[in-house]
Nanobody
Framework: QLVESGGGLVQPGGSLRLSCEGLGFNMDNYAVAWYRQAPGKEREGVAC?????????YYSDPVRGRFSVSRDNAKKTVYLQMNNMAPEDTAVYYC????????????????????WGQGTQVTVST
């Protein structure tokens, strides 16, 4: 099971950190993806991190340079740090985990994800 937290309302230019905690399984062995879905739009991958040491990352063009993904295996948690946020970042954010696959595949093919969390709402607005 994956549990997201940290969503909320933030002003443009502000920051949020989302957390994705893995419960009941060895999260170290899984690569983790962050996706988002805005109203009326398809789910899109924004950031992915490889399993174990998390050295391999992937970021989509709209978030590269503003978002950062990291993991703390001791806490079985993956984080998404979002900086300099914009109204177009408004969406429900989901984390997903996969036992195999590259971070690029994980972030570009939602079918690559083995299971998902329930999502957390992020709203960027004045």
């Amino acid at each position: 099971q994956l549990v997201e937290s940290g969503g909320g309302l933030v002003q443009p230019g502000g920051s949020l950190r989302l957390s994705c905690e893995g419960l009941g399984f060895n999260m170290d062995n899984y690569a983790v993806a962050w996706y988002r879905q805005a109203p009326g739009k398809e789910r899109e991958g924004v950031a992915c991190i490889s399993s174990h040491d998390g050295r391999a990352n992937y970021y989509s063009d709209p978030v590269r340079g503003r978002f950062s993904v990291s993991r703390d295996n001791a806490k079985k948690t993956v984080y998404l740090q979002m900086n300099n946020m914009a109204p177009e970042d408004t969406a429900v954010y989901y984390c997903g985990a996969a036992i195999v696959g590259t971070t690029y595949a994980l972030c570009t093919r939602p079918g690559s994800v083995d299971f998902w969390g329930q999502g957390t709402q992020v709203t960027v607005s004045t």
